[in-house]
């Protein structure tokens, strides 16, 4: 069979994420022909079926608790606020008495899904939730959901355990997550074996299948998507953007590890006379470099920039520059949710540094190094100096100079390499990089 089997896992909120896959999917023009989903992968999946992104999208960003549940005024706050141990009585009490009341959801998927478009695509469509009263899974397709059913359908499977059952002919159903929040065995009951996979990282039971015969693409959240019920517009939108560019890359329109690439060349070419000039800056002596203690700084800073090498090693010079512009833009907290090259992030970097070079904060952070941690203990981090540190956004510039030589900078560093390792990635970076 031509095309691939769409498979899309539970997670309440975090299924916003699937509306930025389906969006690269539709841009890539990626033939599907069935869909399976649990809990709000398949709602997800009836939008997909019936080819109506416009109505999903419209849906994620408009989204709120309110929406989904019926709420009273202080558990209305839940999409704005911090989670507090009175938001979590709030929803624990609702549980006790039967669960969360979800009529504002069974409303706004009677406007938004279209049962006859679903039975009339041509794309199959599969969802998973779990009988109470029978105890035991059930997994069906449209062909098998009695008309005017589908809906209530997708409610069973969506019942998270806060949310009152569903009922359906005299039974009660809950959220297939419990049996199966991955539905890939749904595509091998239909003999599909090209298979993408979207994991929101939602809670719930993933069973495994044999592979052996599939070629399965999978797609995975590459950032937090935040809480199960935070369902929040500006989070949705997020989340649909990170499900985006996800996917594109798995589908190789971008590079990188953690930010997304369209071109990864660069006008920077490492030779030895760099390394022995990061090796100084570390306050290596190049005969020396093989000493245990500098063995150990080079193996914590080359783990960090392994870990962020699309194919975890560093080939050659180009894949270290790659892997520390990303951990540099990381720790400087530059956007990764955007289409970049690899020279463009370098000179955003750059410009970081230079506007905040000249900040009243740096200047506040090197006076607490010089009259705190110097004048304390030169030897070590105290528990103190590493809290300033980790939470610091100049910690990286402190210093981030290749002529400072200086026996506090070449100590701060390999503090740092030991400590903070990207942090000192960061600052061995932006040294190279303005020199």
């Known amino acids: 069979m031509t095309g691939y089997g769409l498979v899309l896992g539970g997670g309440g909120a975090k299924g916003s994420y699937e509306i930025g896959v389906w969006k690269a999917l ?21 939008m997909i079926v019936q080819d109506d992104y416009d109505k999903a999208f419209e849906l994620w960003t408009s989204i709120s608790i309110k929406a989904i549940i019926s709420v009273n005024e202080r558990l209305s706050d839940l999409d704005t606020r911090q989670k507090t141990e009175d938001t979590i009585s709030l929803i624990k009490a609702a549980i006790t008495s039967g669960g969360l009341d979800v009529t504002p959801l069974k409303k706004l998927l009677n406007m938004a899904v279209n049962e006859e478009r679903i039975r009339k695509s041509p794309m199959d469509f599969g969802v998973v939730t779990f009988s109470l009263t029978d105890r035991k899974p059930v997994v069906i397709f449209k062909e098998d959901i009695p008309e005017g059913k589908i809906v ?11 949310f009152k059952p569903m009922e359906i002919g005299g039974k009660k ?13 749904l595509m091998l009951q239909k003999k599909i074996y090209n298979v993408i996979s979207v994991d ?47 996917a594109m890359k798995v589908f190789g329109k971008y590079k990188g590890k953690y930010y997304f690439f369209n071109d990864t060349r660069n006008h920077i070419k490492l030779d030895e006379s760099h390394i022995k000039l990061i090796y100084a800056f570390l306050g290596m002596d190049w005969d020396k470099r093989l000493s245990p203690q500098n063995r150990l700084i080079i193996y914590k800073l080359i783990k960090v920039l392994k870990s962020y090498s699309s194919e975890r090693k560093l080939k050659d010079t180009d894949g270290i520059i790659s892997a520390a512009a990303e951990v540099s833009a990381e720790v400087m907290g530059i956007d990764r949710c955007r289409e970049y090259s690899l020279n463009e992030l370098i000179d955003i970097i750059i410009e970081q540094y230079n506007s905040k070079k000249a900040d009243i904060a740096l200047a506040d952070f090197s006076k607490i190094m010089e009259e705190d941690i110097w004048n304390v203990n030169n030897y070590s981090f105290t528990e103190k100096m590493k809290k300033i540190i980790s939470e610091s956004k100049f910690a990286a510039l402190y210093s981030a100079d290749i002529n400072d030589l200086s026996d506090r900078a070449i100590l701060y560093r390999r503090l740092l390499a030991l400590t903070f390792p990207k942090i000192c990635i960061t600052n061995i970076f932006i040294a190279m990089m303005i020199k």
């Open 200 to 246: 929101v990282s939602g809670i719930g039971r993933v069973r495994k299948v044999k592979t052996n015969d599939l070629n399965i693409i999978q797609i995975k959240n590459s950032e937090n998507l935040g809480p199960t019920l935070a369902f929040d517009v500006e989070r949705a939108k997020r989340n649909m953007e990170i499900g985006y560019y996800d």
């Open 173 to 185: 159903f809950i959220d297939g997550a419990v049996y199966d929040n991955l539905p890939v065995s």
């Open 152 to 162: 209530d359908y997708l409610l069973a499977s969506a019942s998270f355990p806060a």
């Open 26 to 46: 539709r841009e890539l023009e990626i033939p599907l022909v069935a869909v399976a989903g649990t809990s709000i992968g398949a709602l997800n999946g009836a």
